[in-house]
């Protein structure tokens, strides 16, 4: 897990959930963080998808369950981006 | 610590300070710096957390709709907020429009909205006619597309029974691949052509009800790309059609709407002149140097002046302000052949070496118009935040770096959006032009009264009909200076107020020997008992000070008097800006009778008349019922 990519996350994270930013680390999930419900999870996949401009599958969506889950897609989906574009 | 997250922490420190304005300057420049489903609901927090401290304007809006919006909801409403519009927005039952719609009692009518957006999406109302058209014979397809025509004219009809609020109505967007492929326009039976019919009649029902728009949702789809629009997997597993990167425009479209119907309306366009109207620096380049004309990079500031050409027409005002010398810039305005604008076209021209927020200010006062009706446009982002920080009001438009997007730039800004288009509006250029020789020639009398008797004014009070309701509409709309109770009315409220039998709607036309003011003032009365109560009365800002306030309210009293009524009483609301009506009632002959916390009721005995001014010849219509 890149720290850079974490804090970008973090960020996000924040924004959407209503949460300070020290509050959130890779162990934040639904179960800790009251606001982030479905329709904040609907918002940080529509938030990720515009920002790296990559599409996100139902499946990728199910399994976004933590800070750290979120991170790890997004690192692996900007490599297989970066792979293509090589 | 990112750009990003410094920002975030300047505006919660600037909130925890109390720094109300400050932190509103920094909320709005997150929000040119991150137009993003991330960022919104960051910047729509803090905003609200400033409402007790800033006047943004209150808007209710309601969306029904076929499918999921709620992601598209922060994003609108972090865009409102930096146009000062504080919107509190309902989200009507997944599908449920209808019901909405024709029960009396529904969420939405209790929610009183001021605007009402019905988003539905052609895949949604008319599935056979979207997937299942192959299986349609073309009686079917024909009767189809009809039921979802009498089906909207029904809701809208409906709608505009039971709401006074404006309603914006989504067209239906073409398929992305016509079921018979290109087969569909080579054929009768068409797919496309069928909800091309179907928009066209959406046409009609919108410009046969009051208060209702369309919005050309079609239009917007293919302006973006049809294809990057949408995405099937979201509207699979979320019933959200559009994707990720698209939900922004959605919501600016919506904007587009909000911002007139709030009543933000830029009148004035105030522009830049080196590098914004050309390219390069007259002072430095010369007329031969500056670039301008049909070619590139020329013809990139040439797309901008076509802009700003229609924009008059549409009767928004032009100005200059321009740091450079006068003779100069004059001189390449007036003979320079690349050049579409000419200075004739600008209603007031500062070009000098003075701070910019002071010429503003100065254009402010010559047109007789408050700063928050100027728009500023300026290549430089320096002068841009000195007036955005200096002048909270002004509407700041923030040009991209690269000139050949300066036009389409122009053309998205909101704050010239109108709903309704008034033959005033078309005139209004030369209108100015012949109020400035009102103001030169009145400088060569002694006595407003023989300069009253030059102008030969000529008003005639206008009854309300369907050619005058818009004008009317809009100038409770927009007027704020002489206006006694400044009630905002839309067109469908005013056809309301015209339908009962109480109520009364009169405009005053007037013209002088310079030109024609057109419908230049509104008064909306109700009769109950003895006593003619004034509910609105309102001058537009070009005919003040000529005394034509008097013969509306001689006029007012007369009609009174004649239907046997015995007083006439109306309300004075102080507001920021309505100094000049603030006497109007002492002034002729009425009496204080009451006040509360908004302001005071006057009253006047009709047992005497209010004379008319003598040197005003007013015409009355024979008859007034309508």
């Known amino acids: ?86 | 610590m990112s750009a990003a997250l410094e920002l975030r922490s300047e505006i919660d420190n600037l909130i925890s300070k109390g720094e109300a304005q400050r932190a509103y300057l920094r909320i709005c420049e997150l929000w040119r710096n991150e137009k993003a489903p991330g960022s919104a609901a960051f910047v729509v927090s803090r905003a609200e957390r400033l409402r007790d401290r800033l006047p943004f304007v209150p808007y209710r809006l309601a969306i029904l709709r076929s499918f999921t919006v709620e992601p598209i909801v922060p994003i609108l409403r972090a865009s409102a907020f930096c146009y000062g519009i504080d919107l509190t927005v309902l989200v009507g039952d997944f599908n449920a429009y209808a019901q909405e719609i024709l029960e009396k009692e529904s969420s939405v009518y209790r929610f009183a909205p001021d605007a009402v957006i019905l988003a539905v999406r052609t895949a949604d109302i008319a599935g056979d006619l979207w997937q299942d058209f192959a299986d349609l014979g073309s009686d079917d397809a024909g009767k189809s597309a009809r039921r979802v025509i009498s089906n909207f004219e029904q809701w809208i009809r409906a709608f505009r029974s039971r709401s006074q609020a404006a309603l914006i109505v989504h067209n239906f967007e073409q398929p992305e691949r016509p079921t018979f492929g290109l087969l569909d326009l080579q054929r009768e039976a068409s797919q496309s052509a069928l909800v091309e019919q179907i928009n066209r009649e959406m046409r009609r029902i919108s410009l046969e009800n009051h208060g209702v728009y369309l919005l050309d949702y079609d239009a917007l789809v293919s302006r973006h790309g049809r294809l990057r629009w949408g995405d099937t997997r979201k509207w699979l597993t979320a019933r959200l059609p559009i994707a990720a990167d698209q939900l922004l425009h959605l919501a600016v479209e919506w904007l587009r709407f909000i911002v007139p119907l709030s009543g933000k309306l830029a009148k004035v366009l105030v522009v830049d002149l080196d590098n914004t109207l050309w390219g390069g620096v007259i002072g430095e380049d010369g007329m031969d140097g500056v670039k301008l004309g049909p070619e590139y990079p020329g013809a990139a500031y040439l797309a901008l002046q076509r802009v700003l050409l229609d924009l008059s027409r549409r009767g928004i005002l032009l100005a200059i302000c321009s740091k450079n010398n006068s003779d100069e810039a004059m001189e390449m305005m007036e003979k320079h052949a690349g050049m579409l604008l000419r200075p004739q076209n600008f209603a007031a021209i500062r070009i000098n070496w003075q701070d910019k927020v002071q010429n503003l200010r100065e254009i402010a006062a010559e047109l007789n118009i408050g700063l928050d009706a100027i728009a500023f446009l300026d290549d430089n982002p320096v002068e841009r935040e000195h007036v955005r920080v200096a002048l909270p009001e002004v509407f700041i438009i923030d040009l991209p770096k690269d000139p050949i997007e300066y036009a389409a730039a122009l053309r998205d800004f909101p704050g010239f959006e109108r709903l309704t288009f008034s033959v005033e509006d078309r005139q209004k250029t030369e209108m100015y032009a012949a109020q400035r020789q009102r103001i030169e020639a009145a400088q060569n009398f002694q006595s407003k009264e023989e300069f009253f008797h030059y102008l030969q004014q000529e008003a005639e009070i206008v009854p309300l009909t369907p050619a005058t309701l818009g004008r009317i509409s809009q100038l409770t709309q927009k007027t704020n200076q002489f206006n006694l109770t400044t009630r905002r009315y839309s067109e469908q409220q005013i056809a309301e107020i015209g339908a009962s039998s109480a109520a009364r709607v009169f405009s005053i036309r007037v013209r002088d020997r310079f030109g024609d003011h057109g419908l230049a003032g509104v008064a909306i009365t109700r009769d109950q008992g003895d006593v003619r109560e004034i509910d609105t009365f309102l001058l537009s800002c070009r005919v003040i000070g000529r005394t034509v306030e008097t013969a509306l309210l001689s006029f007012l009293a007369q009609d009174a008097a004649s239907r046997g009524l015995k007083r006439m009483q109306g309300w004075f609301f102080p507001t920021k800006k309505n100094a000049p009506a603030r006497e109007f009632y002492r002034e002729h002959g009425f009496a204080t009778q009451d006040t509360n916390g908004r302001g005071s009721l006057w009253v006047f005995d009709l047992a005497a008349p209010i004379p008319c001014p003598e040197w005003i010849h007013l015409r009355k219509p024979t008859e007034i019922e309508i």
């Open chain 1, 1 to 86: 897990m890149t720290a850079a990519i974490f804090e970008q996350v973090r960020g996000m994270a924040s924004d959407l959930f209503g949460v300070p930013l020290d509050q959130i680390s890779p162990a934040s999930s639904p179960a800790n963080i009251e606001t982030w419900d479905s329709t904040a999870h609907l918002n940080l996949v529509l938030a990720l998808e515009e920002r790296y401009g990559f599409q996100i599958s139902p499946e990728e969506m199910e399994k976004m369950q933590s800070i750290a889950d979120v991170t790890t897609l997004v690192e692996s989906k900007l490599r297989s981006t970066a792979g293509q574009q090589r």
